[in-house]
């Protein structure tokens, strides 16, 4: 999922960066559809964001600075 986001953000920058080329060199309509690619392209973005999200829940991993998340033979220690 990781990759598809990354291969879909980067097609909607180009479709961004696209839209005055494509507008100077076609008109008006080129520009249009330029701008729609750019949209569906992070639409997508963030559906597989969200896909992701549901399929994996954000868990916070412990570290140093955040001792309610250590395990607790770690917690023992510091008591």
């Known amino acids: 999922?990781?990759?598809l986001r990354i291969i879909f953000t980067?097609?909607?920058a180009l479709?961004?960066?696209?839209?005055l080329p494509a507008g100077t060199f076609?008109?008006?309509p080129y520009a249009l559809i330029c701008a729609v690619g750019a949209g569906v392209?992070?639409?997508f973005v963030l559906l597989f964001k969200k896909l992701?999200?549901?399929k994996s829940p954000n868990e916070p991993e412990p570290d140093f600075l955040n001792t309610e998340n250590k395990p607790d033979d770690e917690n023992k220690e510091e008591k």
């Open 1 to 3: 999922m990781k990759v």
């Open 10 to 12: 980067i097609l909607s």
């Open 15 to 19: 479709c961004l960066a696209a839209i």
């Open 26 to 28: 076609g008109g008006l």
């Open 41 to 43: 392209f992070f639409l």
């Open 52 to 54: 992701h999200e549901k």
